[in-house]
């Protein structure tokens, strides 16, 4: 684990162990910009966090360890375009899932409409955040994860819609803060989005539980 370490730029290919390896995290080096290109052939690897690095950072030329169970990126578009095109869905042991949308200004759709990006079925945890201009949940991406059982949205100031409600049939944990349009859709009273929710055991709306509700 590597943290604020400012000079740090790339990582030696020589030396990374391929079999032992089961952490790998970088956060809040500034001018880290490459990921070891022999990353795919780290088998034993199971979460990886790439935080407040580099803009630039890249995808590796090979991928990701299919074997991930964790993956944190954020502030890295390189990446989250990369990976989006490489295929997430790829990584079929992954369970939990960050995405912070620092630099992604042109998402505007999670996964991504366009590019038919599918998420793994194996998924058990999605955060998103910072997503300054992602406006809906696309549905179609959320049908396999039929073992999904937290989503958790912060920071999407632009975000209307979430998935349609038999994409959420197994969710037991809504988490919404600093979504002021989602927030009022999910209103119970006039709500579009809370036909959608509120089936959902516990669901959290800045900081309050709107399900169960909190008595005034």
């Known amino acids: 684990m590597l943290y604020s370490c400012s000079n740090l730029v790339s990582f030696e290919e020589i030396g990374l162990p391929t079999t032992s390896f089961r952490t790998f995290v970088v956060d809040g080096c500034g001018n880290f910009g490459a990921l070891p290109k022999c990353m795919a052939s780290i088998t034993s690897l199971r979460r990886l966090s790439v935080l407040n690095c580099s803009a630039d950072i890249s995808f590796p030329s090979e991928g990701f360890p299919a074997n991930l169970t964790s993956l944190a990126i954020s502030n890295a578009p390189k990446i989250y375009r990369s990976l989006a095109e490489w295929g997430l869905n790829r990584l079929t042991s992954l369970q939990e899932l960050a995405i912070g949308g620092g630099g992604c200004s042109n998402v505007v759709s999670f996964p991504e409409e366009g590019i038919g990006m599918m998420l793994p079925p194996s998924l058990t945890c999605i955060t998103l955040f910072g997503f300054e201009n992602l ?11 039929a073992s999904l059982k937290e989503l958790v949205i912060v920071n999407c100031p632009k ?8 994409m959420l049939c197994s969710l037991g944990y809504l988490y919404i803060s600093s979504c002021p349009l989602l927030k009022e859709e999910c209103s ?3 709500g579009r989005e809370w036909s959608k929710i509120s089936h959902i055991p516990l669901v959290q709306i800045d900081f309050k539980s709107v399900i169960p509700r909190e008595s005034d």
């Open 135 to 145: 406006e809906f949940m696309f549905s179609e991406g959320f049908q396999e994860l």
């Open 188 to 190: 119970s009273d006039k």
């Open 159 to 166: 975000l209307k819609s979430l998935p349609e409600k038999d």
